[in-house]
Structure formats: C-alpha cells, structure tokens
C-alpha cells in the first residue's frame, strides 16, 4: 500500500469514530463538521473494504475488521504524536486531544480512577482517558506496544525495562458475624478461621486454586 497517497486524517477520524461511537460526537472531538466525518468514514470503507461501523439504535458500532485496527491504528497515531511532541515540555493545561489508556482491575476503577478523573478535570482538562480492562496474560505485551500506555494493580511482576511505583499498601482484615453459629461467644482464632469453609478468590488468570490469602497461610505454617 502507498502511504504517500493516504490522507492520515482518515485515521484521526477512525480513531474518534471507534471512541465515540457517533459522527456528530467525533467531528466535535476532531473540529470538524459531521458531514466532513461521514466523508471520511466513506473514504474508509473504501480504502478497508470493510463497513467498519454499522449504525444501531445503540450508535455506530465497530465491525470485527474495526475492531482488530484499533490497537494498530490507535498505536499509530500515538507514536506520531509523540514524534511531533518531541524536545516540548509536557504542559498539562495545554495537553488538548492527548489520549491516555490505563488497564486498571475492577477494584482499581472504584478506588483509584474517580480520583485520576478528579485530578485530570481540574489540572488537565483537555486530556482524554481510556480505561481498559487488566489483562494479566497481555498486559505487558501492551506496554511495549503503547496500546497501554499505564497499568494499575497488585501483584504485578514487570519486566525491569518497565517503571513501577507503590501507589499504597493495604493489609487484610478478617471480619464475620458475631451470631455465626461456629463462632458464637468463641474466639476466631488461626484454628477456628481455617476450619470453617470458605469462598476463594483468585483474580489470576492461569487457574490457580490459591490466592493471596492461601499465601499468608502457608506462612503461618
């Protein structure tokens, strides 16, 4: 394929199309009227041969073959950015249509995200911020690749090429009810607590019957 004879905007208004999912809404994002977007998701259908985004009553949803681009051509323009950005100072303020992706875990989303939106309001407000699932198995293949751009989580293990900071440390409570039979006017000591039964959780993806709790268990002898 000839690069040269490719407007790379088509990719600018791919990439609003996908994270909007409405024509009127990325010509917003894009500064440009919704007529120019259609023209341009026309362009696109030609240039894939793909109807890339068919119109639903839940707005403009991707095709698989949209689906399978994004990460391709989201990477794309964000290594062109930061080529154009290159020796400039970071200027939060003046950072309008930089877009950030965060894999973060469920419990991350409640507890730290609203807080990372909180500081982006009022200290970046022109960034956007894409939150994308914690994918262990892929996660730092994202990373290198940029389709990531940060990961928030516990129990990570990074490569050292990769940067990690302790946002926090937490310690685990056991708690239950005063009127359980087993525990009623009784103690819940290590022998009382590992003989009830229990429900396990295991946030890992490779099938593991232990958790982080067995761990502290075995410590415990």
Request: charged share 20%.
């Amino acid at each position: 394929m000839n690069l040269s004879a490719i407007d790379l905007n088509l990719l600018v208004a791919f990439e609003a199309l996908y994270d909007t999912r409405n024509v009127t809404l990325a010509g917003q994002r894009i500064n440009r009227a919704q007529p120019s977007v259609s023209s341009a998701l026309g362009r696109l259908r030609l240039l894939f041969q793909d109807e890339l985004f068919l119109r639903t009553a839940d707005g403009m949803q991707p095709t698989p073959k949209a689906v399978a681009l994004m990460p391709a051509v989201s990477a794309a323009l964000d290594q062109i950015r930061q080529a154009l950005t290159q020796g400039a100072g970071f200027d939060p303020q003046a950072a309008a249509g930089r877009r950030f992706t965060v894999a973060a875990s469920d419990y991350a989303d409640v507890v730290i995200v609203p807080h990372i939106v909180a500081a982006l309001r009022r200290d970046a407000p022109g960034i956007d911020l894409r939150i994308a699932r914690l994918d262990r198995a892929a996660l730092y293949e994202q990373l290198d690749n940029g389709s990531v751009d940060l990961a928030i989580g516990g129990h990570l293990a990074p490569p050292k090429r990769m940067l990690r900071e302790r946002l926090y440390q937490e310690h685990f409570v056991c708690i239950a009810d005063r009127q359980h039979p087993a525990l009623r006017g009784r103690k819940l000591d290590l022998a009382r607590y590992v003989a009830l039964p229990h429900a396990l959780f295991t946030p890992s993806d490779d099938g593991s019957a232990r958790g982080v709790v067995d761990a502290s268990l075995a410590r415990l002898g």
